[in-house]
């Protein structure tokens, strides 16, 4: 027997839904979703399960993750329920629901919690720059080392756990019998998402949106691959010293893009932008003009007598790493390509 929580709507104010109980069940938002099948129908189902308070069922459901907010069901909407910033809302949520640390919640929730979780990282990078701050090569290395780390720690201890418990909770507890085989024959489609985003070209007239989420994401993966692995700022190779240019470039203008477009909330999914929002295409551009300058003062041969700027990148990359990767904005682009993957395998199911 299904559980109602009569709460649960104050819940997701929290994470920024709006207005959601004005909805009258008119099925517009549903109609005008391009997105949306009869199999995989939203946002209209998500709605009624938010104002009930069905908790147990919007855990186990992929729905909200196969949105991409193209902000058409809160255009269309007569009653200004914003559907587009409930399904928003509820990704947010789930984030928390599949984080064991809790942090995640907190930090969507509390404003005042995310400024002191960047304080207290500005903190231990300033410490650790007036440690090594005359001797910047030892600090260059430590900083590799962490970034190194950092991604292989986050991954290990915090977000693999937090796909196994998406996992539990939408093919185990709900007792879904998924064959071996099926996690094998649907993996291209995990990659190809993660990696392309191309679900995003099913949206109306979304065709530059897909281009430039595109170019960010390979903007993003490689000049992390050229950081990290290719170790760009100590490389003399001059392929990787113009390929790490070009990425971090790409980076940072992209991101400007998104960072203009939330100041002139020119599109629906801009009206109501939340601080998570703003942290992750503020800390990414950061992150690719820190990395772009620190490579062009290495050129220069200025780098020595201006180690702030290497600083402050490390900074940067500090609460890049630990604040927004695991519990921020940037696991949405995890936890959708994960999704849209067990949406495949659960599609693969025979019907009874």
Known sequence: MAVVNPSFGEELKKYGAVDFNACYNCGNCTAVC??????????????????????????????????????????????????????????????????????????????????????????????????????????????????????????????????????????????????????????????????????????????????????LVIGYLGLLFTTVVLDWFSNTSLLVTGFGYLLSILVFSITMIFISERFRKNKESNRLSRPSDWFFVIWLFLMGVSAFLVRVFLDLGILANNQWIYFLHLTILVQWALIIVPFGKWTHFLYRSFAIYFNRILAEIPDK
Not at 34 to 54: H, N, Q
Not at 144 to 162: C, K, Q, R, S, Y
């Open 34 to 215: 391009s997105l949306s099948t009869e199999k995989d129908s939203f946002p209209r189902e998500m709605i009624r399960f938010s104002v009930v308070g069905l908790e147990d069922d919007i855990k186990s459901s992929l729905k909200p993750w196969l949105c991409y907010y193209c902000g058409e069901c809160t255009t269309h909407c007569p009653r200004t329920a914003y559907p587009g910033e409930l399904m928003m809302s509820l990704r947010r949520w789930l984030t928390s629901v599949y984080d064991w640390t809790g942090l995640s919640g907190l930090l969507y929730r509390s404003l005042p919690f995310s400024i002191l979780a960047f304080a207290l990282t500005t903190l231990a990078a300033l410490a650790l720059s007036l440690g090594l701050k005359t001797d910047l090569p030892a600090a260059m290395h430590y900083g590799h080392m962490f970034e190194a780390l950092a991604i292989t720690g986050v991954f290990a201890a915090i977000l693999v756990p937090n796909i196994v418990r998406m996992w539990w909770l939408v093919i185990i507890r709900p007792g879904k019998k998924v064959p071996v085989a099926n996690y094998f024959t649907g993996i291209g489609e995990l990659f190809v998402h993660m990696f392309t985003q191309k679900r995003i070209l099913g949206c109306d007239e979304n065709r530059l949106r897909w281009f430039e989420h595109f170019l």
